[in-house]
């Protein structure tokens, strides 16, 4: 700034004279329309249409429909027949195995099971009994942990899957009581 008192230096604006009192400055000029903002590039922009108004109310979703039983009760019924079809074969085999060995034991014969051979169908129908409830009992067992892990019958899975376990026991149970039994009405009737 320069002092009042000295003359302005040369090419200066001369200073505007002061305004009459009572009048209005005039008004400064107004701004131009900022632009709208756009948004950055890649943001998400709203639909052409705008949103669509929300249609209907709440519902209660469609009941889903309820998966399949049927590995749970397949696994089940090969577990019943494992812990109760084949022993029961077992049992009338044994009863006839044991019936027959005091026909086929001699002190001649030098081979072991050849007390055996009066009951070999018996014998082969026995081991067909168990080689059969063994194959059925671990479909149930596979079948049933399948049945459980799916839930597609989960209770008859974990009831397969206990008989199933059982099943060997009750076979060798029952084998052994039908043996027993047979083997002294055998020798009642070799004796008698």
């Keep these: 700034m320069t002092d009042p008192q000295l003359p302005p230096p040369p090419g200066a604006v001369p200073p505007v004279p002061p305004a009459p009192s009572g009048a209005i400055p005039p008004a400064p000029p107004a701004y131009a329309a900022a632009p709208p903002h756009a948004a950055p590039p890649g943001a998400y922009q709203v639909p052409v249409g705008g949103y669509a108004a929300p249609t209907g109310a709440y519902a209660v979703p469609d009941d889903a429909s309820q998966p399949s039983r049927l590995p749970g009760i397949l696994a089940l019924i090969l577990a019943v027949v494992a812990a109760v079809v084949t022993p029961i074969v077992a049992a009338v085999s044994g009863f006839e195995i044991g019936r027959r060995i005091p026909q086929g034991i001699t002190t001649t014969s030098s081979d072991v099971l050849s007390f ?47 008989v199933a376990v059982l099943a060997p026991m009750i076979f060798f149970l029952v084998l052994v009581i039908a043996f027993s039994a047979g083997s002294a009405a055998g020798f009642a009737d070799f004796t008698g």
């Design 116 to 162: 055996l051979s009066p009951a070999r169908d018996q014998v082969l129908w026995a081991e067909v009994a168990f080689w059969t409830g063994t194959v059925l009992g671990i479909a149930a067992i596979v079948i049933g942990i399948i049945a459980i892990r799916k839930k597609q019958g989960r209770g008859a899975g974990i009831a397969a899957l206990v």
